[in-house]
């Protein structure tokens, strides 16, 4: 696994920067239905104590096989690299799960979300990738804003499961670096390895639970282990060997902020207004640095025609 920064020909143009940016749009949408499967009434009936470990593993395990027999075999090679990013993104599946289970679903997930800071200090750390000064706006805002949904969530005894909730979003942001560092490899290779890594995890403690599921439910899950998992982390490997780490890691901050209103629009449930308050936070400050990114390019463009211009002076 390569560590060292991008080379000059590496940097992408505008137009893939476009395309790569879209892409994780995309990928946030499709992860963000995850809220829409799991409330869904076939899924919903079954035991909270078996809902955890039964999805958790199969879910990863459909994503995992579903890519595997789309890779080819030429593009199926040992690196070392590979280490860390299964082991990230297992540890980012487990401790998630676990964190739902002791906390609130929201206070769960939006602490995963704290990977955005991560990524950022590990991509600068580990990549020695230049961190842009407008990516340090939304940083703060998306920092501000789950800080406030958190807060908004909090009750007593919740302590461990906000904790591995931050632990998860410490993985997420390992699991964004090692994409990254591996970027030459096969992302389908990479996202099946990494779901089957997941599911092997988890499975012994799936593997303890007694409950039979239904043809309902086993569809439900397959559907949701290729279509809300597999692809969108397919998606966002394919974009991660364009836009930074830090990058990368702030737009799918959509996810959290999309599901709850998937599940309103379905379900009838009700959206907190913490969740609408602190999602207006990242998001505004999410296009504050798009927005500040396009003006400043026009204004270097601009530069050079205004030095080919110089004024006339004064006789």
Not at 56 to 78: E, K, N, P, S, Y
Not at 119 to 143: C, F, N, Q, W, Y
Not at 234 to 244: D, I, N, Q
Request: net charge positive; glycine share 6%.
């Amino acid at each position: 696994m390569s560590l060292l920064p991008p080379s000059d020909e590496d940097a992408p143009s505008s137009a893939a920067l476009l395309r790569a940016r879209l892409t994780l749009v995309l990928a946030s949408v499709l992860w963000s239905i995850g809220g829409l499967l799991l409330k869904a009434p076939p899924l919903a009936a079954i035991p909270v104590e078996a809902r955890g470990p039964l999805l958790a593993c199969l879910r990863t395990l459909f994503a995992g096989l579903f890519f595997i027999l789309l890779v080819r075999r030429d593009r199926m090679r040992w690196n070392p690299g590979l280490i860390p990013t299964v082991a990230t993104f297992a540890l980012m599946n487990v401790t998630y799960v676990l964190s739902v289970t002791l906390t609130s679903a929201a206070a769960a997930i939006f602490l995963q979300f704290t990977s955005t800071v991560w990524a950022a200090l590990m991509s600068v750390v580990i990549l020695k990738e230049r961190l842009d000064r407008t990516t340090l706006i939304p940083l703060a805002g998306t920092l501000l804003g789950i800080g406030w949904i958190v807060s908004s969530h909090h009750s007593p005894g919740q302590f461990w499961g906000n904790v591995l909730g931050l632990a998860s979003g410490v993985f997420y942001g390992g699991v964004v670096v090692s994409l990254r560092a591996m970027r030459r490899e096969d992302s389908a290779w990479l996202t099946s390895l990494n779901h089957l890594g997941a599911s092997l995890l988890v499975m012994p403690w799936a593997a303890t639970v007694d409950y039979q599921l239904s043809a309902t439910q086993w569809a439900l899950i397959s559907f949701s282990g290729v279509v809300q998992m597999a692809i969108p982390y397919l998606l966002f490997a394919r974009s991660v060997r364009v836009v930074k780490s830090s990058e990368a890691a702030l737009i799918p901050v959509l996810e959290p902020l999309l599901n709850p209103i998937w599940v309103w629009l379905a379900w009838g449930e009700e959206v907190d207004a913490s969740i609408l308050l602190g999602g207006a936070l990242i998001l505004g400050t999410l296009v504050a640095k798009y927005a500040l990114d396009a003006w400043l390019a026009k204004r270097q463009a601009r530069l050079p025609a205004e030095s080919s211009h110089p004024g006339t002076s004064e006789s």
